[in-house]
């Protein structure tokens, strides 16, 4: 990754992470590899994460490890291990790489790149809403214009009886599914409305609806959050089949679009049992993860640099080279071009996004001056070189 690529990924990251900040996050790094069975346990061994797209290996001693298919699994076993969850509320942020095996294709890749933000110890819908809202500031300081669709697949009791529904449903419609859904069927049905080749078909469109299986606390949970995203003027559209495609969620589950991204941009939702689960206190915890690869092609930026590239003929490089040290000490960007005719050293300067071309010829040399080329406007001044550093 580089050019402006890198550029896209690093004002990403920049904005994330003031937006968390002014949320009162803290940055964690948990490791790029765990012990499989942390995956295997926490995201369930019906979804395909775990089943078709983990990169696992065995090290020396023998020990399966997994490089992280997603962040937040670790983060909660680092949480747990570290000790971080003693004093409540705890809310932590990230990035970093995650690593999937997929068919690359277009905002797809098998090393792909996460941010992160999680909650833990807020047990009521404002931290749901919050975490939406988060995403929410960070989209519109980036100017990437989003559609956010959510549901309730409530606590365990109301997702036991939906389920018992959904597969009495499914019965009947078996021969119309794809062959994984109807592994996923027996395994997990859940799983056959997260479908990406059954879930724009008709017969899951007809799927029992979750929202009318919910207890009265999660039904009353799902309304605050629904509430409190109107409050703050944060539009949304209610999606009956979303479920997420990992195993921990529970409660409000939510994902976020873009007319560019073919899948999510990011998704996330409540999972107060996962810490429980996985060895620790039973906390509860929300969280939201944003592809990066996957909002890229929607953020804009200044490609042209507050730069200069100094070029010279009939200049010796050592005083192209202390005129650049001048430049750099008054904290801008600057490099001397190697090519020998001006017009091809312009060209450079062009391709390489420079604002600023620095011209040191003989007339420049002898007068001890430097000519300076806007090359966005095509302007072009002669400056006494100690009137032009002191302009810097």
Do not use: H
């Not at 002014?22 to 019906?46: C, M, N, Q, V, W």
């Not at 007339?363 to 300076?372: A, G, R, T």
């Amino acid at each position: 990754m580089s050019g402006v690529e890198m550029k896209k990924f690093r004002r990403a990251f920049d904005v994330f992470r003031k937006t968390v900040i002014l949320y009162d996050f803290e940055e964690i790094k948990t490791p790029i590899f765990e012990e499989t069975a942390l995956f295997e346990r926490s995201l369930g061994g019906g979804t395909d994460v775990v089943s078709k797209q983990m990169y696992t290996f065995e090290d020396k001693s023998g020990r399966s490890l997994t490089l992280r298919p997603e962040g937040t699994a670790g983060l909660v076993r680092a949480a747990i291990s570290g000790n971080l969850l003693r004093e409540l509320p705890a809310r932590f942020w990230y990035c970093g790489p995650m690593f999937r095996y997929e068919k690359p294709q277009k905002d797809r890749r098998r090393q792909f790149y996460q941010l992160g933000a999680e909650i833990f110890g807020e047990a009521g819908c404002a931290a749901d809403a919050e975490v939406i809202e988060i995403c929410n500031d960070f989209f519109n300081r980036l100017g990437i214009e989003y559609s956010l669709k959510i549901n309730s697949i409530g606590c365990p009791e109301c997702r036991g009886r939906y389920e018992d529904a959904l597969k009495k449903y499914l019965a009947d419609v078996l021969d119309e599914l794809c062959g994984d859904c109807r592994e996923r069927y027996i395994k997990n049905p859940l799983r056959v409305l997260d479908c990406k080749i059954d879930r724009g078909k008709d017969v899951i469109k007809k799927a029992p609806n979750f929202e009318s299986f919910l207890c009265e606390k999660c039904g009353g949970d799902f309304e605050g959050v629904k509430n409190i995203l109107k409050e703050r003027g944060i539009s949304f559209e209610i999606d009956s089949r979303l479920v997420r495609g990992l195993d921990y969620y529970t409660g409000c589950v939510f994902e976020f679009y873009t007319s560019a991204a073919r899948d999510a941009i990011a998704a996330g939702g409540r999972y107060d049992g996962l810490v429980k689960f996985l060895g620790g206190a039973d906390v509860a915890a929300a969280g939201v993860a944003i592809g990066l690869d996957r909002i890229s092609s929607s953020i804009k930026i200044d490609e042209s640099r507050e730069g200069y590239l100094i070029t010279g003929v009939g200049v010796s490089g050592g005083e192209l080279e202390r005129l650049a040290r001048l430049i750099r000490e008054a904290g801008f960007l600057c490099r001397v071009s190697s090519k020998q005719k001006l017009k091809k050293a312009l060209a450079e300067a062009s391709s390489g996004n420079f604002k600023y071309a620095v011209i040191v010829g003989e007339d420049e040399l002898k007068n001890d001056s430097v000519s300076v080329k806007d090359l966005g406007s095509g302007e072009q001044k002669t400056f006494a070189k100690e009137e032009f550093i002191k302009k810097l």
